[in-house]
Structures are given as structure tokens and as C-alpha cells.
């Protein structure tokens, strides 16, 4: 079975691996990186960057496994 890199999870940059309350308490006050789909993870990418990513390889798939069952877990 071939491994989709394109389903691989948000890469987050500088916050890949740290602690997500930490983060956030150190934002500046009414700061929260979380509220704009399309502002990236500083060093990362964005919830947009992420969907644009996995729906082109659901497109992908979906034309080259055309009138095939295509499972992904």
C-alpha cells in the first residue's frame, strides 16, 4: 500500500512538538494564532495550505484510481 505524504497532519514550523498552553500564553494579549485559516504556523502552514494540500490529493487519487474503491486510513 503506497503512503500519501500529501495526508500527513498540519506541519505547525516553530510549534511542531511544543505545548499548546505555553503557546498561547505567550501571545500578546487578544492575540491568538488560531483565528485565521489562511495565517501560516510560524514556520509552518496554514488550515488552508492543509486543505489545498489533502483535496489535491483526493483529487489526484480520485482521477488515477478512476472506477476503483480507494480506502485511506
Keep these: 500500500m ?4 500529501a495526508f500527513a497532519d ?3 514550523g516553530q510549534l511542531q ?3 499548546g498552553k505555553a ?3 505567550s501571545l500578546p494579549p ?3 494564532w ?3 485559516v489562511d495565517e501560516p504556523a510560524p ?3 496554514s ?4 486543505y489545498d494540500r489533502v483535496c489535491g490529493a483526493i483529487e489526484r487519487i480520485t482521477a488515477e484510481e478512476a472506477g476503483r474503491d480507494v480506502i485511506a486510513v
Excluded: C, I, M, V
Design 2 to 5: 503506497p503512503h500519501e505524504r
Design 30 to 32: 487578544g492575540r491568538h
Design 17 to 19: 512538538g511544543s505545548n
Design 43 to 45: 514556520g509552518g502552514e
Design 34 to 36: 488560531l483565528t485565521g
Design 23 to 25: 503557546y498561547s500564553a
Design 10 to 12: 498540519q506541519h505547525l
Design 47 to 50: 488550515f488552508r495550505d492543509l
